[in-house]
């Protein structure tokens, strides 16, 4: 809640060099609150994501996959992912989780790729 989407890129891209070179230490990662984890660049399309205690929630994006919709009562076919969340109840409301979901929806349904912010 204390950086920007910028910043947490920084981070993550920071993060992931390291853990490249083996080089992570244990502090780099302790005390998360939020977990983010791309199971779809294994090829997964759901998976079930469970907690590691003391962290809140995490998330998953799976594999980006074509798929038949209905828009405007046509099929069409359109690039389609799941996202899946697991959180613990007694910090985080369901009402509260589902909200941070339809936003999170929102942005990846509305993002203009070729001109994104980060």
Not at 17 to 38: C, E, M, P, R
Not at 55 to 60: G, R
Not at 87 to 105: M, N, Q, Y
């Amino acid at each position: 809640d204390k950086l920007s989407i910028k910043e947490i890129n920084l981070a993550l891209r920071d993060l992931s060099s390291k853990a490249q070179k083996g080089l992570l230490n244990l502090s780099d990662v302790q005390n998360g609150t939020f977990t983010v984890n791309n199971t779809g660049a294994l090829g997964f399309v759901l998976s079930q994501p469970i907690i590691n205690p003391p962290q809140v929630a995490i998330l998953t994006t799976e594999k980006v996959q074509k798929r038949p919709v209905i828009i405007n009562d046509e099929i069409a076919i359109r690039s389609m992912m799941n996202v899946s969340m697991s959180f613990d109840h007694r910090p985080l409301d369901g009402l509260e989780a589902s909200a941070f979901l339809r936003s999170l929806k929102t942005a990846i349904e509305t993002m203009q790729i070729h001109n994104h912010p980060f």
